[in-house]
């Protein structure tokens, strides 16, 4: 099984104030030195076929019509690297 | 400025409703072939200094206190790359 990762973030022109109340609350945290945050969402398929140019068309159009709304959001379909896999949790 | 991305994703062993949800609404909007689907948060940070090994520690430390429930989430810390800039909206 293959895995793709579809990532999909506000258009930089729109704001984001879920991303702004992160960036707001680190200071207060202790964290400074954050100039920005954006937050958005990060999906992982994974494809039971092989993962050809033809299978990443489809999953960029599923990402086109349901996965991101494309007025307000920009995405990027990509196959997962492994070394991707390594250092979660860290 | 130098951006850092943080993945945020629920762990393997927790059940994922909202990648659950995409996953069997797929099928019915065409798109065969999706074995799973997992849904996670990306935040993308603006870093206002250089990005050395201390300022991704305490970006790590960010995640691990703040971005992330590390009861039920993994998260991943890396540097954005160029490349990773292109295919917008692809």
Known sequence: MARV?????????ILD??????????PRLGFEG????RQ??????????????AALERVREMARTFLANTVIEDFRVRV???VEEEGVGR
């Open 17 to 26: 104030p879920q991303g702004q109340a992160v960036q707001r609350a680190l």
């Open 5 to 13: 990762v579809v990532d999909v973030m506000l258009k930089p022109e």
């Open 34 to 37: 954050v100039a920005d945050v």
């Open 40 to 53: 958005g969402k990060r999906f992982e398929l994974e494809l039971a076929g092989p993962v050809d140019e």
């Open 80 to 82: 997962a690297e492994e």
